[in-house]
């Protein structure tokens, strides 16, 4: 079945205590990318991949790190969370000649 | 440079009349345009999209949306609501499918 697999699911952390929230595709796609959900904003792209080695800011990138040594992962790292990362976190991937981006379930981080 | 309006950030409607969601968009090329739903506490699933065929474009549970390219619009309709379509709706677009730009989102409330 084609997924995209974001773990975990739920995660409340200190600020300052670095976390990442992993995410991995079964298609093969050359795009991935992070975005976060605030409520009145819909979603805003925070990293983008176009393929292994390949990363760019998004939207809003201030606060992340990504990476992608492999094709199929995408890791969104936060090195020193702050409250205002507090968010709903989607991974997305797609592909050249795939016409539309397939998310994950979603990641809810808490920040206290 | 792309970017979508959608004009309703909250919709009511009585179960078994028409529904209307509306999305203008901006960009600069020949757009995909999409609709997500997204159900309480759940991840993103497509409803429909339009990749330059069809201009009536229809998607799953009845849902259909119409492309107008001199109106830059891609509203979404459908005939009869029901209460299982009580969720949040985003209008989304992109050009090259490595970033997709999102509405705020419209909130579909419907009544018994």
């Known amino acids: 079945e084609a997924q995209v697999t974001q773990n975990p699911r739920y995660l409340i952390t200190v600020t300052g205590k670095k976390l990442t929230v992993t995410c991995s595709q079964n298609m093969n796609h050359e795009y991935m990318s992070w975005y976060r959900q605030d409520p009145g904003l819909g979603l805003r792209q925070i990293y983008y991949?176009?393929?292994?080695?390949?990363?760019d800011k998004g939207d809003v990138p201030e606060g992340y790190k990504v990476s992608r040594k492999e094709k199929r992962n995408f890791p969104l790292i936060l090195e020193s969370p702050s409250p205002n990362q507090t968010s709903l976190y989607f991974c997305?991937?797609?592909?050249?000649?795939?016409?539309?981006?397939?998310f994950g379930q979603g990641t809810r981080l808490t920040v206290v | 440079a792309q970017s979508v309006t959608q004009l309703d950030s909250h919709v009511s409607v009585s179960e078994g009349t028409p529904v209307l969601l509306r999305c203008n968009y901006s960009?600069?090329?020949?757009?995909?345009l999409f609709w997500y739903v997204q159900h309480p506490n759940k991840g993103l699933q497509l409803l429909l999209k339009y990749t330059s065929a069809a201009t009536l474009v229809k998607g799953i549970n009845g849902f259909e949306a119409e492309f107008k390219k001199s109106e830059t619009s891609f509203h979404l309709t459908k005939p009869s609501a029901h209460m299982s379509d009580a969720a949040e709706y985003f209008c989304?677009?992109?050009?090259?499918?490595?970033?997709?730009?999102f509405g705020s989102g419209t909130k579909l409330n419907v009544k018994p």
């Open positions: 991949s176009m393929n292994v080695e390949v990363t």
């Open positions: 997305a991937s797609s592909g050249r000649r795939v016409p539309e981006a397939f």
């Open positions: 989304v677009v992109t050009i090259y499918f490595n970033k997709f730009y």
């Open positions: 960009s600069s090329y020949s757009p995909s």
